[in-house]
């Protein structure tokens, strides 16, 4: 039964390897186990009460991470599933030892180049780079997306080797169209032209891991695209998976001790993204989360999903009809404004990361197109990530702890990050962490960029023992790529002058509890009010476009001045401050309030609110009084 399949797999996994792959296998499964016993909460009190009471054991990286807010999304890697499959018969055995010698002859033929180097005492850093690129892209798929990986892995690779594997692209010939079109059969169940009434003769797009097909549904006319997965490729990633734990389990002592990080963690991590690639069912759910999250949205456009026309080997989903990202002469002759668009493209990244959590592992120029109507438009599900509410609520606090300037606070978001391991000593990194800030403070809002913190940055995580977690490298990733796309389309672009204005009016706005608390620590420094800093969040929030309305916001903190003792002390410190009142600060920020608090909305907010307010006000008044 069930329960004795995952005894086995448990069991199985703790025979194989008793470190970290176990670890984070057994992790999974009990984080697979919390997540159906959630589901069945409803129908099953007993069930969820027991999983609420399971809690991980954070004295490991992998249990750490999955406090931190590891990917709920359902893992198909494990250490055991992975060597069951590459070396099931003796068929597998001899292709896997075959593939092998193909990649130790590989790796031969670069580190004897790197031996010549040092013999000479010529450092050819362009040259190997390059050499190290050309042969990931020879080997295959699965060592394409490691370099791709390793490109944005400052904590593993050199920063002059991480530009070159930048440039891998993952583009190959197309295998044959007889073949695809077997597979789209024999997963829908019957002939092609009984669904399509057209379909592209030859595919559209062709990568590493499959191919892309144009077709027009017979049942509603509407146009699809169809993506296939390359035959035979499964076998061949398990067996590249193998080789590379297994090599990791040789190095992982140096790797330790040398470089900080565990890399038999870093195989297991890269594993389920890349298996997560290969699952077209588990895409679909991706594409699926990010339609309903966007669902008539006025800036965005994810593609409908046709669940009933997809399978493990194909996934269909609505042709995006949009011009490509990278290409300004089209966007333009289309008569969409490019600055709005990078306005667009900017705040949709933003919104996937810190409001819904879930957002696009792999926003490259292939995957992202400008619609007509100035929507920006994503395709590509198979590499997503989540973040947890807490993991969202963290990076909210480091920005806030950046803007105070308060770099203890944000040593400590590096461990609840999971970036930093439970009880490492943070006070070396601290002035590390001041002096990169400091200097990306000094520098003007205009000549602020990711690609410079990030070079910044990975100088510190070869200094300290900081480990960049799979998921915030694909956020890394994703910022780097969206940024490099914007200068693309605008060579002066600057990230954070479209970034602050929305991280400002979500401060500004959002009702939520924990960002209202994130918003007084931005206004309180040291438990005095900065009239500028609110003066400057509003004026950025202006600048984000669409409607701002402080009105809710006025209405709360309203509320919170007639039931919080502490916060009205402290305002009427503020407005007193060096003993006068604060005349010209009030004004200026009433004058800036007049046109954003509506009052009718404020009168009437406050009608609804008052028995709620009222309620509040006895309980506050109950308590001096008992107290």
Not at 240 to 269: H, M, P
Not at 356 to 385: E, S, T, W
């Amino acid at each position: 039964d069930d329960g004795a399949d995952d005894d086995a797999a448990r069991d199985g996994a703790a025979a194989w390897d008793g470190g970290v792959g176990a670890a984070r296998s057994a992790a999974r499964e009990r984080a697979q186990a919390h997540r159906v016993a959630a589901a069945r909460r409803s129908s099953s009190r007993v069930v969820a009460r027991a999983t609420r009471q399971a809690q991980p054991d954070a004295r490991d990286v992998a249990e750490l991470a999955l406090q931190n807010g590891a990917c709920a999304i359902k893992p198909k890697y494990s250490p055991e599933v992975v060597r069951e499959r590459a070396t099931r018969g003796p068929g597998e055995v001899a292709k896997t030892a075959a593939r092998c010698a193909k990649i130790v002859f590989n790796a031969a033929r670069f580190a004897a180049g790197l031996a010549l180097d040092e013999v000479s005492q010529n450092e050819r850093v362009v040259s190997r780079s390059e050499q190290l690129r050309v042969q990931l892209a020879e080997l295959g798929p699965s060592f394409v997306k490691a370099g791709q990986v390793l490109a944005n892995r400052p904590d593993i690779v050199r920063s002059d080797y991480m530009e070159e594997l930048c440039k891998l692209q993952d583009d190959v010939p197309a295998f044959d169209n007889a073949q695809a079109f077997k597979i789209m059969e024999d997963e829908l169940g019957r002939p092609i032209d009984e669904v399509f009434s057209t379909i592209s003769p030859s595919p559209i797009a062709a990568a590493s891991l499959g191919q892309v097909y144009r077709a027009t549904l017979r049942s509603t006319g509407e146009e699809v695209a169809i993506k296939v997965q390359r035959p035979g490729i499964e076998p061949i990633i398990y067996r590249d998976l193998l080789l590379f734990r297994t090599l990791a389990w040789f190095i992982n002592g140096y790797s330790i001790k040398q470089l900080g990080c565990n890399a038999q963690l870093i195989v297991d991590e890269f594993g389920e993204k890349l298996l997560e690639e290969l699952d077209y069912v588990q895409e679909g759910r991706n594409l699926q989360d990010f339609y309903d999250n966007f669902k008539n949205d006025p800036i965005v456009k994810i593609p409908k999903y046709y669940k009933e026309l997809s399978g493990s080997k194909i996934l269909t989903m609505e042709w995006i009809d949009g011009i490509r990202c990278t290409d300004p002469t089209g966007i333009v002759a289309a008569g969409i404004d490019v600055e709005e668009f990078i306005k667009v493209g900017v705040v949709s990244g933003l919104r996937q990361l810190l409001e819904f959590g879930l957002f696009h592992g792999d926003p490259h120029p292939g995957n992202i197109f400008a619609m007509r109507d100035g929507r920006i438009a994503y395709v590509d599900f198979g590499n997503v990530a989540q973040l947890t509410q807490t993991n969202k609520e963290v990076l909210v606090d480091a920005v806030v702890h950046a803007v105070n300037e308060d770099y203890d606070g944000m040593a400590g978001d590096f461990i609840r990050l999971g970036f930093l391991a439970p009880g490492t000593d943070v006070r070396p990194i601290v002035p590390a962490l001041e002096n990169i800030w400091q200097d990306a403070r000094t520098a003007s809002l205009a000549n602020f960029n990711f690609r410079t913190v990030t070079s910044s940055f990975n100088k510190l995580v070869f200094q300290y023992p900081i480990r960049i977690p799979e998921r915030f490298s694909l956020v890394i990733r994703s910022l780097l790529t969206q940024e490099g796309i914007c200068m693309t389309l605008n060579p002066d672009f600057k990230f954070l002058e479209v970034a602050y204005p929305y991280v400002a009016k979500r401060l500004l706005t959002d009702r939520d509890v924990s960002l209202r608390e994130r918003l007084m620590q931005v206004l309180f420094k040291q438990n005095k009010f900065q009239w500028r800093r609110l003066e400057n969040l509003i004026g950025l929030a202006r600048e984000s476009g669409g409607d701002f309305d402080l009105t809710e916001t006025a209405a709360d903190g309203a509320g919170l001045l007639l039931t919080d003792s502490k916060l009205r002390q402290q305002l009427i410190l503020a407005a007193t401050e060096d003993d006068r009142l604060q005349v010209d600060e009030i004004s200026r920020l009433l004058i800036l309030l007049q046109k954003e608090v509506k009052l009718e909305k404020l009168i009437n907010n406050a009608v609804s609110d008052g028995p709620n307010l009222a309620r509040k006000l006895a309980l506050s008044w109950s308590s001096k009084v008992l107290s």
